[in-house]
Structures are given as C-alpha cells and as structure tokens.
C-alpha cells in the first residue's frame, strides 16, 4: 500500500487559516488523495479528495503539487470543531479501494 | 438521509463469550468496509464486501472473527470466542460504487471491551 507522511501534531488558533502538509512520494498515477478527519469519539469523516487538480469544497481546499508527491490541506478559517486527528490517504482505484489509515496529524485549534 | 448505523454503540463482555456486531450501511451503497482501532494503535482494516461478496478479507485478525453480509444488505461481525486483545473501537462504512474517488461515510463505531 502507498505510504503517506504527515506531522504527528499542529497548532492553530480559531479564525486563522491552517495549512496541513502530506507527502506521498511514492503515489502512482491512479491513486487519489483522500483526506479524512476524526473528532473525538466519532467515526472518520470524510474532508475533500482530488487527483490532479486542486479541489474545493465547502469544508476544505486541496492544493496539489504538479508532480503529485505531496499535498496540502487547507482550512481557510479554523474553528473549536476542526479540532480532530486528520489523516492523509492515498486510495487506489481498482481492487478493494480500501483506506489504509497512519498516524494522521492532530490538529489543535486555540480560541 | 440516514447514515451508517452501528449497533451496539458499546459491548462489555467476559473472555471467552461471542459477539456479534451489526451495520446498516447507507441505501444503495454497494461497498461495505470494517475497521477497527485497538487502543494505541492506528485504524487498520478489516474487510470490503461488494453487495454480498467479500471482496478483501487480507486484515481479518484470524478465524474468531467472522463477517456476513447476507442480501447485500446490512453486515454483521462476529467474534467468538473473544480474547482481551479483541478490545477496541469497530468501525464500518460504506460508499458507493467507483473509481478510487468515492467518499466512504463512517459509522459512530462499536466500542468493544472484553474483560
């Protein structure tokens, strides 16, 4: 399964914009790049994915780099709630498509 | 629209008893996966049934833990009998058919305890 890296933990303070890095130097031309988030107590949530091109939506922006070896996920306006544990995840089409979880980067929101 | 349903939402039970864990997944969703974090430990998968056909059974811990999804429809998991290293928090979602672009919708997840 492709690999993704991410820091263990970030900080941020409500109202500011965050920025969460994710590097997946080996991605291969079909997978996508899924992000998921999960607060306390709760199952994972889906964020945004993309393949090639950058992708918003009404939680989240997904900047990806031209060579796809890397990603960012952007929060434009952090709050209490984006507090959670979000994870980076390369999914490969075909086969069982299944999400391959790591450590994820915990993100600390300040009021 | 309802989403992904678990039940229960959390089981105590002695070493040595069965279990069994139920998911609805959301109408018309094809794909159903489990997962499970065991305390400490990253969410790792479990299965993907298609419909009633399990597609991936490579993170099946060993042959305790059993998975049906008869009709298609709901699954269940089950384990028995249970060992302390079963405790955890059970995952299921489902999505629908695709491409590698599909979202999967998570269930609030079955908190298992074996005591």
């Known amino acids: 399964d492709a690999k993704t890296t991410q820091p263990n933990s970030m900080e941020s303070n409500e109202e500011e914009p965050v920025h969460l890095p994710c590097n997946h130097s080996t991605i291969s031309g079909t997978d996508y790049i899924h992000w998921y988030r999960q607060l306390p107590s709760q199952g994972p949530e889906y964020v945004i994915h993309?393949?090639?091109s950058n992708v918003n939506n009404r939680m989240a922006s997904l900047a990806i780099a031209e060579d796809r070896k890397s990603s960012t996920l952007i929060l434009h306006r952090a709050t209490l709630r984006d507090a959670a544990v979000y994870y980076c995840i390369l999914r490969t089409q075909g086969g069982s498509e299944k999400l391959v979880f790591g450590k994820g980067t915990k993100l600390t929101v300040n009021p | 629209e309802a989403g992904v349903t678990q039940f229960p939402s959390h089981s105590v039970i002695e070493k040595g008893q069965t279990v069994t864990l139920r998911c609805d997944p959301i109408s018309g969703h094809d794909n159903l996966y489990w997962y499970r974090r065991v305390m400490g430990k990253e969410i790792k998968f479990l299965l993907h049934f298609v419909k009633e056909s399990k597609q991936d059974e490579s993170g099946m811990p060993n042959n305790r833990f059993l998975a049906e999804r008869t009709g298609g429809t709901y699954s269940t998991l089950k384990v028995q009998p249970a060992e302390l290293e079963d405790s955890g928090v059970y995952f299921c979602?489902?999505?629908?058919?695709?491409?590698?672009?599909?979202?999967?919708?998570f269930g609030q997840g079955t908190r298992l305890t074996v005591v």
């Open positions: 979602a489902s999505s629908l058919l695709g491409t590698g672009g599909t979202e999967a919708f």
């Open positions: 993309g393949l090639t």
